[in-house]
Each structure stands twice: as structure tokens, then as C-alpha cells.
T-cell receptor, first 113, second 112 residues
Framework: NAGVTQTPKFQVLKTGQSMTLQCAQD?????MYWYRQDPGMGLRLIYY???????DKGEVPNGYNVSRLNKREFSLRLESAAPSQTSVYFC????????????FGDGTRLSIL | KNQVEQSPQSLIILEGKNCTLQ??????????LRWYKQDTGRGPVSLTI?????NTKSNGRYTATLDADTKQSSLHITASQLSDSASYIC???????????FGKGNQVVVIP
């Protein structure tokens, strides 16, 4: 039972470098999400995808881009990393319906030096 | 201002004891309220989801209550175990767009 798989688990970047965080789910869910979690703050939505082929901005989209590659995969890209993007990034997926729980991966811990 | 406030921020309880966590929200329009458990270094895991018409829901030793009139919820942990040490996050869903508002979490530490 893989659920939601995120890679890598840890990453250290220098300011200005780029990278892509990968996320895949095997539950045939339509909706996928990217969040960041910072100390002392609740999870904040970066981008989401309600279905394959669609993406929308969340609460904190600046500095990020996303790609919904297919139904299973949803990637998050940092084009030019900044220290303010140091965070733990979580991918989640959910089935259609307002009362469906979101299933989270175990996160990518990203440090920008 | 955060639309989901949780209290206490942290607490320490003895193994076998009960505890209650509080969540107050101002989200409107309201769709449902969720409680998640997040172990250290892991992603959140759903415990309960309650809609407007539900005022209590249980998942094993976890019992959540909801008072939609006063916009308050609680999560009660019965006979705590060491594995209950975690952050418990209250999440409220907006009606109509499925957006979620996250609380900062209640950090629970269970000691033997």
C-alpha cells in the first residue's frame, strides 16, 4: 500500500538553483495538492489540481510551478530557489467529493542555503 | 488572522490518561471539519471528518465532537498510549470550493 509517494525525502540547495519535487499516488484519485509546512504555521496550499490537465493557484503560489503529468503524478518546481522556500513540502491526493479525506505523503524536507 | 485556532498549543499527559483538544473556527460558509494526526517526520493522517449535521464521530480511542452553532470542535483521546504522541491538526473545509483552512496543531506528548 504505497498511497502517496514523494521524492526526494531530503534536499539541500543553494540560492538560485532549481529543482523539481516529485509526487505520485496509486489510489486513482482525481485531485492532488501541494502544501508547505513551516514551524508555528498551519499547512498552506501552494497549488492544486482538481483533475488531470488542470491546475490552480493556492494560497502561496509565488516562486513555484506545477505540472499534472497524468492522473498519478503531480510535480512541483522551484525555478530559482530562495532561502524563504526552506520548508517541508507535502503532496496530497483525494477522491472527488467535498467530504473525502486528503491522503498525504511523508514530505520532502528542503533547505535552501 | 488564522481562521482555525487550536488549544492548548502543547500538552504532556501520562500514559493511560484521557485528554481533550479544542478547535475554534470562523470559516464560513462551512462544509466539514476534519481532525488529522501527524507523527513526527510523517505526513498527516485523517482521523475523522464531520459535516454540519454530525455532532460526534469516533475512530477507535479518538472521539471528535462538533458544535456548528458555536463553531467549536473537540478531539478526545481515551486511555492514551505512547503512540498517541503526535501533533493533532484541526482542518475546516469551505463550502463550495473545497478549500481547507488548517490549524497550527496541538502537540501531544504521552509519557510512561
Amino acid at each position: 500500500n504505497a498511497g502517496v509517494t514523494q521524492t526526494p525525502k531530503f534536499q539541500v540547495l543553494k540560492t538560485g538553483q532549481s529543482m523539481t519535487l516529485q509526487c505520485a499516488q496509486d489510489m486513482n484519485h482525481n485531485s492532488m495538492y501541494w502544501y508547505r509546512q513551516d514551524p508555528g504555521m498551519g499547512l498552506r496550499l501552494i497549488y492544486y489540481s482538481a483533475s488531470e490537465g488542470t491546475t490552480d493557484k493556492g494560497e502561496v503560489p509565488n516562486g513555484y510551478n506545477v505540472s499534472r503529468l497524468n492522473k498519478r503524478e503531480f510535480s512541483l518546481r522551484l525555478e530559482s530557489a530562495a532561502p524563504s522556500q526552506t520548508s517541508v513540502y507535502f503532496c496530497a491526493s483525494s477522491d472527488r467529493g467535498s467530504n473525502q479525506p486528503q491522503h498525504f505523503g511523508d514530505g520532502t524536507r528542503l533547505s535552501i542555503l | 488572522k488564522n481562521q482555525v485556532e487550536q488549544s492548548p498549543q502543547s500538552l504532556i499527559i501520562l500514559e493511560g490518561k484521557n485528554c481533550t483538544l479544542q478547535c475554534n473556527y470562523t470559516v464560513s460558509p462551512f462544509s466539514n471539519l476534519r481532525w488529522y494526526k501527524q507523527d513526527t517526520g510523517r505526513g498527516p493522517v485523517s482521523l475523522t471528518i464531520m459535516t454540519f449535521s454530525e455532532n460526534t464521530k469516533s475512530n477507535g480511542r479518538y472521539t471528535a465532537t462538533l458544535d456548528a452553532d458555536t463553531k467549536q470542535s473537540s478531539l478526545h483521546i481515551t486511555a492514551s498510549q505512547l503512540s498517541d504522541s503526535a501533533s493533532y491538526i484541526c482542518v475546516v473545509s469551505y463550502y463550495g470550493n473545497n478549500r481547507l483552512a488548517f490549524g497550527k496543531g496541538n502537540q501531544v506528548v504521552v509519557i510512561p
